[in-house]
């Protein structure tokens, strides 16, 4: 499968439908998910879960923005416009999609159950169904103001990212953050 990048669409790319779908979810998502604990700041490794697919993924960032928590290099905070698609890039694919509406080139798959960090598995069997092939709508919403990150590849400031985070997928999936990242070792 060609691992070519995509990202998340500027919103002024978007049709009116698709900038419907996504303050909808947004909408959908804010109701739903209430009060959480205290917010953590993203960092490559954060762990993401889309609401449509079968699998967890690390949040990539194949090179450091230059920022890092509390200035250890083993933690490189991310910003919204860190949504490429691509496991090369910043967004890999959630296993199965489970959407109702999955993208129509995606190929047939079947995968081991996903393990979680904890070693519990997220099904006893195995999962078949379309291959997810995440469809990013704009970018990384509900980000923080105050903390401005500056992007090597074009020398401009984006917001910073917390666990409060999240995407929104065309096929209508929400990725959330699941961990920050601070406590992941690579493994």
Request: glycine share 10%.
């Amino acid at each position: 499968m060609a691992n070519k990048p995509t990202s998340g669409e500027n919103i002024e790319n978007l049709s009116e439908e698709e900038i419907e779908q996504l303050a909808e979810i947004e909408r959908q998502y804010e109701l739903e998910r209430g009060s959480q604990g205290p917010e953590s700041i993203l960092v490559r490794g954060a762990l993401l879960q889309c609401s449509c697919g079968t699998h967890c993924r690390r949040l990539n960032l194949p090179e450091s923005n230059g920022v890092y928590v509390n200035g250890d290099t083993r933690y490189p905070k991310v910003h919204e416009k860190n949504c490429k698609v691509g496991d090369s890039y910043n967004i890999s694919y959630y296993g199965v999609c489970k959407s109702n509406t999955p993208p129509n080139e995606a190929e047939d798959i079947c995968l081991e159950p996903y393990v979680w960090p904890d070693g519990t598995k997220s099904s006893p069997e195995k999962v078949e169904g379309k291959r997810c092939m995440p469809q990013i709508l704009g970018k990384w919403l509900d980000t923080i103001s105050d903390e401005k990150i500056v992007d090597l590849d074009d020398n401009k400031e984006y917001q910073g990212l917390t666990t409060s985070s999240f995407l929104v997928c065309k096929c209508g999936g929400i990725i959330v953050v699941r961990e920050s990242g601070q406590n992941y070792n690579g493994e």
